[in-house]
């Protein structure tokens, strides 16, 4: 009971914190390792619980995507779906070792670029992706997601950053809906290859769902500049902290 209160507990938690700047994986992967659960199978745990939070965050968020109309919405979606299918194929074939050791760097990346983006934009405007360029960016971030699926949202803000959009709550939002697409379909592939453990996974999943409602409605109520240095925060914690631990 102990143990399956503090999964809860972390899953609440990483729903609150994928609403508000991502990262939830970073909470809940370790915690389903504490609890004993193998790591293939922890990492697809940690995807399908997240989902139904990711869901709930993205309604929270419709009028703000509704909203975009710097890119196409509907592309950016299927490559999602694509791309984390994908990667949740690779992952029930190849070891997390493989694409763990990167976690850190790509941390890293992610988290100076969303810092340069929003605090020194003319750096960006030398590095700015095109339309075609951040397509196959997200790509490329949803097949990532799929496989291992750490640090995503900080990679979509970075890249949503080099295309030129700066609302951090339209950002938010869509970074939130591309996360849930490309991990229902990791869902779908790890449901029917039975690398999910159940009983951990339901409890955290309802959790989820009421913490990533409740980052949801917070996050879009925190000042924009509040928010922006909330991210380059916890990207640069969470950077720090698996150079020295590992992924």
Do not use: C
């Not at 791309?83 to 760097?105: K, Q, S």
């Not at 592939?189 to 980052?215: C, I, N, Q, R």
């Not at 109520?221 to 240095?229: A, E, F, N, S, Y």
């Amino acid at each position: 009971m102990l143990s399956m209160s503090l999964l809860m507990v972390a899953a609440f938690a990483s729903g609150a914190l994928n609403a508000v700047a991502g990262g939830g994986a970073f909470i809940t992967f370790p915690a389903l390792l504490f609890a004993g659960v193998p790591p293939v199978s922890a990492n697809a745990s940690s995807t399908v619980a997240l989902f139904p939070g990711q869901a709930a965050s993205s309604w929270a968020y419709r009028r703000e995507i509704g909203a975009v109309a710097e890119l196409n919405v509907t592309h950016f979606a299927l490559l999602s779906l694509i791309g984390g299918l994908i990667g949740a194929v690779l992952l029930l074939v190849t070891p997390n070792a493989l694409f763990a050791n990167f976690v850190p760097w790509l941390l890293l990346f992610a988290t100076g670029v969303f810092a340069i983006g929003h605090y020194a934009p003319g750096v960006v405007s030398r590095l700015r992706l095109g339309g075609r360029g951040v397509l196959v960016v997200q790509f490329v971030i949803a097949i990532y997601g799929g496989y291992f699926g750490g640090g995503i949202g900080f990679l979509m803000l970075a890249a949503l950053t080099l295309f030129g959009l700066r609302d951090i709550h339209a950002m938010n939002g869509l970074r939130i809906l591309l996360a849930m697409l490309m991990n229902g379909a990791a869902v779908a592939a790890f449901a029917l290859a039975g690398a999910v453990s159940w009983p951990e996974t339901l409890a955290m999943a309802v959790a989820a769902v009421a913490g990533g409602y409740a980052g949801a409605i917070g996050a879009k109520r925190v000042d924009p500049g509040r928010l922006k240095t909330g991210v380059v925060v916890i990207g640069a914690l969470m950077t720090l902290y698996f150079f020295a631990k590992g992924a």
